[in-house]
């Protein structure tokens, strides 16, 4: 399945990639064509309402790693190792990545550049497919002072860049970059031989992945806050309101279009890049 998805790469075709954490939805997606579905530690917030992924363990990833792959047993699925599961060293690391594997994936993302490139090596060496997660990375959320762009400086691009050729040398499948400037994701997928994942990064990374509940337009926030405090990230496009407005209001046809909104490079738009 991943070089099928590094053929299509190599043939101009962006990749649809969005994050799914059960079985119902997992089939809809298969369905739909999306090339891959991410069991995202963001589940802490969308499926649990929390604040943010602090609170996430292996537990609950390989439970809804399962959930995924029963339903949609034909898609790469990609899962999150959560925060504390790679970082002490690479042999827990390799430890998790194992249990995630043996639960249904085919491939796990952890988040940050430096050390963690040898952790990403460690893996790759061992068989386990890694996808690296770079430029704003939630789990150091608090580190980072918030939800903010990462990159802006030189310096900090600088860094990222550095990061990204790192972890494609190691052997990274993947780069996943988060709240990026455009400009800079587009030097770095230009510059890396590992496909780039974008989420608020541009259109010029090879793929694109988004949260589905903000694709569904249905999470307002944690469940501690209020619904009318919620703000919209601006690299989200509501695809359920746009199929409503296209006459054919479903989930269905709003993941749909989302793939194809990937494919014809008509998602993102300026307007939801930094
Ligand atoms: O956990 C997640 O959903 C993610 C995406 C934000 C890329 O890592």
Same mark, same amino acid.
């Given at each position: 399945?991943?070089?099928?998805?590094?053929?299509?790469?190599?043939?101009?075709? &962006?990749?649809?990639?969005?994050?799914?954490?059960?079985?119902? $939805?997992? &089939?809809?997606?298969?369905?739909?064509?999306?090339? /891959?579905?991410?069991?995202? @530690?963001?589940?802490?917030?969308?499926? !649990?309402?929390?604040?943010?992924?602090?609170?996430?363990?292996? #537990?609950?990833?390989?439970? #809804?790693?399962?959930?995924?792959?029963?339903?949609?047993?034909?898609?790469?699925?990609?899962?999150?190792?959560? /925060? %504390?599961?790679?970082?002490? @060293?690479?042999?827990?690391?390799?430890?998790?990545?194992?249990?995630?594997?043996?639960?249904?994936? #085919? /491939?796990? &993302? $952890?988040?940050?550049?430096?050390?963690?490139?040898?952790? +990403?090596?460690?893996?790759?060496?061992?068989?386990?497919?890694?996808?690296? #997660?770079?430029?704003?990375?939630?789990?150091?959320?608090?580190?980072?002072?918030?939800?903010?762009?990462?990159?802006?400086?030189?310096?900090?691009?600088?860094?990222?860049? *550095?990061?990204?050729?790192?972890?494609?040398?190691?052997?990274?499948?993947?780069?996943?970059?988060?709240?990026?400037?455009?400009?800079?994701?587009?030097? /770095?997928? +230009?510059?890396?031989?590992?496909?780039?994942?974008?989420?608020?990064?541009?259109?010029?990374?090879? %793929? !694109?992945?988004?949260?589905? !509940?903000?694709?569904? %337009?249905?999470?307002?926030?944690?469940?501690? &806050?209020?619904?009318?405090? $919620?703000?919209?990230?601006? $690299?989200?496009?509501?695809?359920?309101?746009?199929?409503? +407005?296209?006459?054919?209001?479903?989930? !269905?046809?709003?993941?749909?279009?989302?793939?194809?909104?990937? *494919? @014809?490079?008509?998602?993102?738009?300026? @307007?939801?890049?930094?």
């Amino acid at each position: 399945m991943l070089e099928n998805l590094q053929k299509l790469v190599k043939s101009g075709e &962006k990749i649809a990639m969005l994050t799914c954490y059960d079985a119902t $939805f997992a &089939k809809l997606l298969e369905l739909a064509g999306m090339d /891959i579905l991410l069991v995202g @530690d963001s589940l802490g917030m969308v499926l !649990q309402g929390a604040e943010n992924t602090l609170n996430v363990s292996m #537990h609950h990833m390989t439970y #809804h790693t399962k959930m995924v792959k029963n339903g949609a047993p034909n898609t790469l699925i990609m899962a999150d190792m959560p /925060i %504390g599961s790679y970082e002490q @060293d690479n042999e827990a690391a390799y430890k998790n990545a194992l249990w995630l594997i043996k639960s249904g994936a #085919h /491939i796990v &993302k $952890f988040e940050g550049g430096g050390k963690r490139v040898e952790t +990403a090596r460690y893996l790759v060496e061992r068989g386990i497919p890694v996808c690296a #997660h770079l430029g704003f990375t939630p789990q150091s959320v608090n580190q980072l002072g918030g939800y903010k762009i990462q990159g802006k400086t030189e310096e900090s691009a600088e860094q990222i860049l *550095k990061d990204a050729s790192a972890m494609s040398e190691a052997g990274a499948s993947f780069v996943l970059l988060e709240m990026v400037p455009a400009s800079l994701a587009k030097k /770095i997928t +230009a510059s890396i031989s590992a496909p780039t994942i974008g989420i608020g990064a541009g259109v010029d990374c090879s %793929g !694109q992945v988004l949260v589905l !509940q903000d694709l569904l %337009g249905i999470y307002t926030g944690a469940a501690s &806050k209020k619904v009318e405090d $919620f703000k919209r990230p601006r $690299f989200v496009r509501n695809f359920l309101q746009d199929s409503a +407005a296209d006459g054919k209001p479903s989930v !269905q046809a709003a993941v749909k279009a989302y793939v194809k909104a990937v *494919k @014809d490079k008509a998602f993102p738009a300026p @307007d939801h890049s930094y």
